[in-house]
């Protein structure tokens, strides 16, 4: 399986990922507080009770938005260890098959035990 050539950047997927997770979350934590900032800017003027009542709207409203966000990164890095998994169980199966996974070593325990018994 020549793999390498497929994908000439997959050395660098790992890095790819976590600058994708970490811009995506620090980007919707800034809009959030942004909102926060809006509501706080636009209602204060009315009055105070008005702007907290804004604000205790946002927080009911981005507190499940948040949660999803979490649930769905954890969705998909389960689903993508489930996947490298299932992958790496094929790969081992047929080199099991083809016999290019032994379970004993390449010298054989006959050999190995008449060497160490020459030495003694």
Known sequence: ??????????????????????STGFGLFLFIIELY???WIKVSGFSQTAAIAA???LCLVSCPFILFAIGFCFRVTR?????HQTDLENMERGAIARGLF??????PLTSLATHVEENS
Request: charged share 10%; glycine share 0%; no cysteine.
């Open 1 to 22: 399986m020549n793999n390498e050539n497929s994908k000439p950047l997959s050395s660098l997927n790992v890095y790819t990922e976590i600058a994708w997770v970490v």
């Open 37 to 39: 900032l809006i509501f």
């Open 55 to 57: 604000l205790v709207t």
């Open 79 to 83: 689903a993508k260890v489930h996947f």
């Open 102 to 107: 032994m379970n004993n070593p390449n010298v």
